[in-house]
C-alpha cells in the first residue's frame, strides 16, 4: 500500500507545477530499484515541519468557531517539500527485487570460517538439487539470508561445545559433519528456520563443512553484475597505471563533494551506463565526460555540480567507462576511510 501510494504521489507531484504546468523541476524520472540510494529516497520529518505547517496553513476557524481545513494546500506542501525531484521506481523490474547487485565487497570471510570448521565442497549431485529446490530468486535470497546468520555465529562462536550435547562433538572436525539445520535447531534454537530454506537436500544433508560452498552457490543465483547487458564497446580495462593516475587525480581534487551526493552522482553514472549502453551505437572514442555530462540528478545536469566539473577525468574515452566507474568507485571509498 505503502509503495503504491507513493508511486501515485510521485505521478502527481511528476506533472504538477504552477498553473498545472510540466516543468523540468517537477517531472519525476525513473531509477532501476538496483541503483537507488538513500539520497533518491523519500524521507518525511512529520511532527517537526507538517504538522507545525498543517496547524499554520491549512487549518482556518469560521465565526461560529469550526475549523475549516485546507487539504489543497496540505497536499501542495507535501509534494514540493518531499515528492518533487524524487524518482519514481521503476516497479517493472520485478526480477532485480529478489536480486543482489555486488562487487562482492560483502563476500563472506572464507579462511576466517575455516579456522573454526574445516570446509569441504558440497558435491555436484547435492548443489544440483539445491538449485532445483529453490524454485525462485526469493526463496534463494531467504535461504541465503537464513545461512548468513549461520555463518555469522560459527566464525564468532564455534568451539568443541558450541553445539548441543546431543550432537557429541568432540573437534572442529566433529562440528564439521553437524547438519546446518540441527545447529540452527539445537544451538541457535532457531525452530522454524531449517524447514524456511525451502530445500530437503539442505535439510537433511548439507552440514557445518559446506557453508562456505553453499554460500558460493546461492551467491551464483543472486549477483549479477551491475553491467552485464552493457555492449562490450564500452568495457575496455583501464590499464593498472592509468587506473591509479585517474584515481590519485580523483583524491587531489579540491572539489569534493560530500559522502552523500558523491553516492548519488555513481548511482545515476551506473543506471545511465546500465540502461543507455546496452547497444553499440555510441562512439567509444568519444570522451566519457561528454556522454556522461548530460545524465540528470535531482532535476540537474550532471555537468553542472562542481565535483563533476573539476573531478571527472575528462581524456577518458568511452570505451573504458565501465572500468572508470568502478576507478571512481574505489577512489570514493578510500577517501572515506581517510576522513575517518
Not at 548443489?127 to 535461504?143: M, Q, V, Y
Amino acid at each position: 500500500f505503502l509503495r503504491n501510494t507513493g508511486q501515485e504521489l510521485l505521478h502527481i507531484a511528476s506533472s504538477a507545477g504552477q498553473g498545472g504546468a510540466v516543468s523540468a523541476a517537477a517531472a519525476a524520472s525513473f531509477v532501476s530499484p538496483r541503483f537507488l540510494t538513500q539520497t533518491q529516497a523519500i524521507s518525511y520529518d512529520l511532527e517537526g515541519r507538517f504538522v507545525p505547517f498543517v496547524m499554520k496553513q491549512c487549518v482556518d476557524h469560521t465565526a461560529e468557531g469550526a475549523s475549516v481545513y485546507n487539504f489543497d494546500n496540505a497536499q501542495q506542501y507535501l509534494m514540493d517539500t518531499y515528492f518533487i525531484g524524487k524518482p519514481l521506481v521503476d516497479a517493472h523490474e520485478t526480477s532485480s527485487l529478489a536480486v543482489q547487485y555486488a562487487d562482492d565487497a560483502d563476500a563472506i570471510d572464507v579462511a576466517a570460517i575455516a579456522r573454526r570448521v574445516p570446509q569441504d565442497e558440497l558435491t555436484s549431485d547435492m548443489r544440483d538439487s539445491i538449485l532445483g529446490e529453490l524454485r525462485s530468486g526469493a526463496a534463494a535470497l531467504k535461504c541465503l539470508q537464513l545461512l548468513e546468520t549461520v555463518i555469522a555465529f560459527v566464525t564468532a562462536t564455534a568451539t568443541t561445545s558450541a553445539s548441543s550435547s546431543s550432537s557429541k562433538v568432540s573437534s572442529p572436525g566433529d562440528l564439521g559433519e553437524v547438519l546446518i539445520s540441527t545447529y540452527m535447531r539445537e544451538t541457535l534454537l532457531m525452530e522454524d528456520a531449517a524447514g524456511a530454506m525451502e530445500s530437503k537436500t539442505i535439510e537433511q544433508q548439507v552440514r557445518l563443512k559446506h557453508v562456505a560452498s553453499l554460500w558460493a552457490t546461492l551467491r551464483s543465483v543472486l549477483v549479477k553484475s551491475r553491467f552485464q547487458d552493457v555492449h562490450m564497446s564500452y568495457k575496455h580495462p583501464i590499464d593498472a597505471k592509468r587506473a591509479r593516475g585517474i584515481k590519485a587525480d580523483i583524491l587531489d581534487c579540491k572539489e569534493i563533494a560530500d559522502d552523500a551526493t558523491l553516492e548519488a552522482l555513481l548511482a545515476v553514472m551506473q543506471s545511465t551506463i546500465a540502461t543507455i549502453l546496452v547497444e553499440g551505437t555510441h562512439d567509444p572514442s568519444k570522451a566519457a565526460a561528454d556522454f556522461m555530462e548530460h545524465a540528470e540528478l535531482d532535476g540537474k545536469a550532471l555537468k553542472t555540480y562542481s565535483w563533476f566539473q573539476k573531478g571527472f577525468p575528462k581524456a577518458v574515452p568511452l570505451r573504458y567507462i565501465v572500468d572508470l566507474v568502478q576507478v571512481i568507485e574505489a577512489a570514493k571509498s578510500e577517501l572515506k576511510i581517510n576522513l575517518q
